[in-house]
């Protein structure tokens, strides 16, 4: 059996395998698609101490640093059963079962879509999901963003201080932000919101121009002029093949300590699937080396 395995080999995963197999433990790491998000991104600008790199760059990277140590690397394989009997037990898709003292869940998440025409077509080429990170690329430009939720207004008034003009796009009649963030929102001069009305499509030639939208009101149409449009209605975290196993949020994060425990004994959690407060490579690269150590831990004492 391994010592640690890791399921998940974006930033977290990556980083939990290498302190790990420092550790001369027998480590193993399945991951569905190495590298994670991280391969559906263009420019990285706030991974610190790398000026700017590119998304498959840094993720060649990531699986070369791995590959330097003795780590089990098992790509393209999908996890769908955790069972904890003596040893931790992992089913994979293709019916393997690979057995394990602690493992390390670093299955990341995925931004919730809106699913409308232009939305796939134009992603990184106006359509963004993260402010942190692309927001810069819209300096002095009008910008829209779908969702009123606490996301969302985040994201609209971060981009207001960035971007000439923010247009929120909220399908309820109300925004769901809390009341200090939509106080916040409303005192800004540069910021327009649209309530009860529904995204229809994003518009463009080789990159976005626009945006439509149906007030549900009048069942009206409108398109504005704009060149990027940041989806923020929710970020799935991919943990439903672990229903009825360890502790989850509401939204279906993993619930983890400051060790990166789970609420299985041997069982550790990081990056984006977790209830971590921000998600972000280097967040999530710092608190996949915390459940590496965290596992570590565990081993000496158990
Ligand atoms: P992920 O990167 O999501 O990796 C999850 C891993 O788990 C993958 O290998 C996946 O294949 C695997 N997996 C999932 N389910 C299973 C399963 N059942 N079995 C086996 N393997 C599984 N952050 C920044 O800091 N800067 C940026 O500029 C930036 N830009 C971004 C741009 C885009 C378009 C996106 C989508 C995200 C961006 N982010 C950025 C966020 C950043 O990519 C994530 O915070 C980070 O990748 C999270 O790392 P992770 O390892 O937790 O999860």
Redesign the pocket.
């Known amino acids: 059996p391994f010592d640690v395995l890791v399921?998940?080999?974006?930033?977290?995963?990556?980083s939990a395998a290498i302190y790990a197999a420092r550790k001369g433990i027998r480590t193993g790491i399945?991951?569905?698609?190495?590298?994670?998000?991280?391969m559906?991104?263009?420019?990285?600008?706030?991974?610190i101490s790398v000026k700017q790199t590119e998304?498959p760059k840094l993720a060649a990277s990531l699986e070369e640093h791995v590959k330097e140590y003795a780590v089990d690397v098992m790509n393209l394989?999908?996890?769908?059963r955790l069972e904890k009997k003596d040893l931790i037990e992992i089913e994979l898709e293709n019916g393997a079962v690979l057995k394990s003292k602690t493992v390390i869940l670093?299955?990341?998440?995925?931004?919730r879509n809106v699913g409308v025409p232009g939305e796939a077509e134009f992603?990184?080429k106006g359509v963004?999901?993260?402010p942190?990170?692309?927001g810069p690329l819209f300096t002095g430009k009008h910008v829209a963003v779908i969702g009123g939720g606490n996301s969302g207004i985040e994201a609209a008034i971060d981009l207001a201080g960035i971007v000439k003009h923010v247009t929120v796009i909220e399908f309820a009649p109300e925004l769901k932000a809390d009341s200090v963030l939509q106080d916040r929102l409303y005192s800004l001069p540069n910021v327009t919101v649209f309530k009860n009305a529904q995204t229809k499509e994003i518009t463009g030639t080789d990159k976005v121009n626009g945006i439509t939208y149906i007030d549900r009101e009048t069942g009206a149409e409108h398109h504005i002029e704009l060149q990027g449009v940041f989806v923020q209605i929710g970020l799935v975290p991919?943990t439903d093949?672990l229903d009825g196993t360890i502790e989850r949020t509401r939204m279906g994060e993993i619930v983890v300590d400051k060790h990166g425990a789970t609420t299985i004994p041997g069982v550790f959690a990081?990056?984006?699937?977790t209830d971590s407060a921000y998600?972000?490579?280097?967040?999530?690269m710092g608190s996949?080396a915390t459940a590496a150590l965290g596992a570590f831990d565990y081993l000496i004492r158990n």
Do not use: M
């Not at 399945?30 to 991280?38: D, L, M, S, T």
């Not at 670093?106 to 931004?111: K, V």
């Open positions: 399921v998940g080999g974006g930033p977290a995963g990556a399945v991951a569905e698609r190495f590298g994670g998000q991280v559906d991104t263009l420019g990285i600008e706030n991974f998304g394989q999908r996890a769908k670093s299955t990341g998440a995925r931004w992603k990184n963004a999901y993260c942190h990170c692309d991919n093949w990081a990056g984006d699937c998600k972000q490579i280097i967040i999530s996949g």
